[in-house]
């Protein structure tokens, strides 16, 4: 059983019960394999952070194109950020924004691991 606490100890608390729970049945080799790939793939809290500040100074809708959503981030950069109204929401929600998207990619890795390329072991190992 692998312990994703020690393969990825800089995870939010709600974001490393998720991974754990993915990574539980994984053997030490899986484990290393998922948080080496994860670890390229997700995005920190803090990066959405100063990104979203970065709309109030001229370019919003950064944090937007970061999680991958795009039409979000075209409207935000062409509104000024809905008028400020969106990049303030973003601005409170931004962990909740690096979850959602943390998520999506950990679904990802996992389905990449052991969905399409080979089953168990991954990449046709």
């Known amino acids: 059983m692998a312990s994703i606490l020690h393969l990825m100890p800089d995870l939010e608390p709600d974001e490393m019960s998720y991974v754990q729970t993915l990574v539980q049945n994984m ?27 970065v709309g109030f100074f001229g370019v919003a809708g950064i ?22 109204v969106g990049t303030i929401v973003d601005l409170i929600n931004h962990k909740r924004l690096a979850y959602e998207y943390n998520v999506k990619q950990a679904e990802q890795v996992m389905a990449m691991m052991f969905g399409q390329y080979g089953g168990r072991g991954g990449y046709g190992m």
């Open 63 to 84: 944090q937007r194109f970061i999680v991958g959503q795009i039409g979000l981030g075209l409207l935000y950069f062409f509104t000024g950020g809905l008028c400020f």
């Open 27 to 53: 053997s030490d080799k899986e484990a290393h394999q998922f948080a080496s790939i994860y670890r390229s793939r997700r995005r920190e809290p803090t990066l959405l952070l100063v990104t979203t500040l």
